[in-house]
């Protein structure tokens, strides 16, 4: 194998990700090493378990045809050595030289640290997040509910000042008795003095209600912040590492989909529409 | 507006400050008999018990998103008749293509006015008249 080389990196690389997979481990680990080991071929008796199992998935996948799968032992390990299976061999090779430049990469340039405290980082920042949606959907309840108390409140004032101005209409067309013009006279003074002292009281605190609804913006502002700093490292170390281990075909393909949320940024796109005359245009220019 | 104020509303969206405050407008416009859904799916049975007039619609939401619902209704012969207005944060051109393609009555794009509802909704009673 071309890999011989690296075994100890890709044996501490697997077992690391073995580890925190939780897959159960069939065999114990001093045994490991002696699979990769040069020439390890006839040592190998303590993996068959394994390498059975392996060799079942394939041959389930396979269907029919896949009938090395019941071979024995020590033809399994020729198999892998490329005689029988000469594409697998293959993509095994390229799978492990992917997995040692990804790790030198990352160890040599010192983005495991890095990206360790980064990611580390992400828990907290999914809390912080969390926060934010939790206040701004609060601080959006409660202007809604302000504006629920404020406008039958309004409607009630519109109504009301409505019909005491036109039967100041109707005196002012000389068409009201002076009984009439009595009760008009009491009915204004009451609504002056009585309900429009107390509804815009009302108003009024309800409006400082809305105003203090957004004390949020000052707390999700500091967090969000925070939040979009952490991103912008992460994505600084995971971009360098990419452009690092990508092939240069991937580096240009965008991910499509339907669901994007709302644009953030608009500028220098024309895939996308900025306001609803937009919208309408193109459905107009459709027929629609 | 020369609609029905009685007409039957749902509307669709995951998120109850949207729903609240499309319900507000539609309070607004004259439309108080309104009813919600906070997803297709939820909708589709809502919808599928019958009595509804007209569907307002969020894109993205969880279970069944918006397009799905709209499809959904489309192909459903009971419902396939019922106006569908789409308001949603999805900005793209081929969103917009698409909802056109599978019938959507309408669509505004978040943030919207209550001035641009309106206006959609007239836009399609107008078309419902004549139709």
């Known amino acids: 194998m071309s890999a011989t080389s690296d075994s100890p990196d890709l044996e501490a690389l697997f077992d690391s990700i073995a580890a925190t997979a939780a897959v159960p481990v069939a065999t114990p680990m001093p045994e490991r090493p002696v699979r990769l080991a040069p020439g390890g071929g006839g040592a190998a008796s303590g993996d068959n378990d394994e390498l059975q199992e392996l060799f079942d998935s394939f041959s389930v996948a396979g269907g029919a045809e896949a009938k090395p799968g019941e071979a024995a032992p020590a033809e399994l390990m020729a198999a892998t050595d490329g005689d029988v299976w000469p594409k697998q061999e293959v993509v095994f090779n390229q799978i492990g030289q992917m997995a040692r430049t990804l790790h030198d990469a990352i160890c040599g340039l010192g983005y495991d640290k890095l990206i360790e405290k980064t990611v580390s980082a992400i828990p907290d920042a999914k809390d912080r997040l969390a926060y934010v949606a939790n206040l701004t959907e609060q601080a959006a309840c409660r202007v809604l509910n302000a504006t629920d108390i404020a406008v039958p409140v309004v409607d009630d004032m519109a109504a009301t000042t409505g019909a005491l101005a036109d039967r100041w209409e109707l005196l002012f067309q000389n068409r009201l008795s002076v009984a009439q013009f009595k009760s008009l006279a009491e009915d204004t003074h009451k609504f002056l003095r009585n309900d429009a002292q107390q509804k815009t009281a009302l108003l009024h605190s309800q409006l400082t209600e809305i105003m203090m609804a957004q004390d949020f913006q000052d707390l999700t502002g500091q967090v969000i912040k925070k939040v979009g700093g952490l991103a912008q490292e992460l994505e600084g170390a995971l971009m360098k590492l990419l452009l690092q281990v990508v092939p240069e075909t991937k580096k240009t393909e965008e991910v499509e989909s339907l669901m994007n949320g709302p644009v953030i940024n608009a500028e220098g796109r024309n895939d996308v529409v900025v306001n609803q005359e937009q919208v309408d245009d193109l459905l107009e220019s459709l027929g629609f | ?131």
Do not use: C
Not at chain 2, 23 to 38: H, P
Not at chain 2, 105 to 123: C, H, M, N, R
């Open chain 2, 1 to 131: 507006m020369a609609a029905d104020p009685k007409m039957r509303f749902l509307v669709v969206d995951d998120f109850s400050t949207m729903r609240r405050i499309v319900r507000n407008l539609l309070k607004e416009l004259g439309f108080t008999n309104v009813d919600e859904a906070e997803d297709g799916a939820i909708a589709l049975q809502k919808l599928q018990a019958g009595g509804f007039e007209f569907v307002v619609t969020d894109w993205n939401m969880p279970n069944m998103d918006g397009l799905t619902l709209l499809q959904t209704i489309r192909s459903t012969p009971n419902l396939k008749h019922l106006p569908v207005l789409m308001i949603t944060a999805e900005a793209k051109k081929e969103n917009i293509i698409a909802a056109a393609q599978a019938g959507a009555s309408g669509y505004i794009v978040k943030p919207f006015t209550a001035g641009t509802l309106s206006e959609k909704l007239t836009k399609i009673f107008e078309k419902m008249g004549k139709a």
